[in-house]
């Protein structure tokens, strides 16, 4: 039997290269929501927001999509995930707003790698990948002697819920 599914797409797109266009659904059993927003390339700045709630499980989850508008003005740039919590998720936002926008956002820093493809040669796009991704993950680690069998592991006193019943 399945219980939950949860789906995320995202799309970018650019037609003048001067600003991108990015479209968001967060898709699951018991919600549809839609994020669009427009990006400033040169500034990485987001000019335009708006979010629409297609199905939600509460009445009152409508009340965030107007939080979207708050992203406006937001740079894309290294500190960003802080900023959107801050705006549209916590308490006075929606949990999945808020992860609908980083996944938007994360799409479109890999959209504007494809960007930069078209302006930038192999090496100095390559170092550009490099620093901008330094430290992020085992591959672009900063120091090369870390292993992946180092680094912290589970928090002790976790433990995954014990079942009841016999299961069938």
């Not at 960003?80 to 994360?106: F, N, P, S, W, Y």
């Not at 090496?123 to 900063?142: M, Q, T, W």
């Not at 992946?148 to 014990?162: A, L, Q």
Request: net charge positive.
């Amino acid at each position: 039997m399945h219980l939950f599914n949860r789906s995320i797409t995202v799309n970018v797109q650019s037609e003048d290269y001067k600003s991108a266009q990015v479209r968001g659904v967060f898709l699951d059993s018991h919600h549809e929501l839609c994020l669009d927003f427009s990006v400033d390339l040169a500034t990485f700045a987001i000019t335009a927001a708006a979010a629409e709630w297609r199905r939600a499980p509460h009445a009152d989850c409508g009340q965030v999509e107007k939080k979207a508008g708050r992203l406006v003005g937001l740079k894309l740039t290294h500190g960003v995930r802080k900023e959107i919590q801050k705006t549209v998720g916590q308490e006075a936002g929606c949990t999945h707003l808020m992860d609908l926008t980083l996944e938007c956002v994360k799409s479109f820093v890999q959209a504007r790698f494809s960007l930069l493809r078209l302006t930038k040669s192999e090496p100095e796009l390559s170092a550009y990948v490099e620093d901008y991704l330094k430290g992020s993950c085992y591959h672009f680690r900063r120091n090369k002697d870390v292993s992946v069998t180092e680094g912290p592991g589970p928090k002790s006193g976790r433990s995954v819920p014990e079942q009841t019943g016999s299961g069938t």
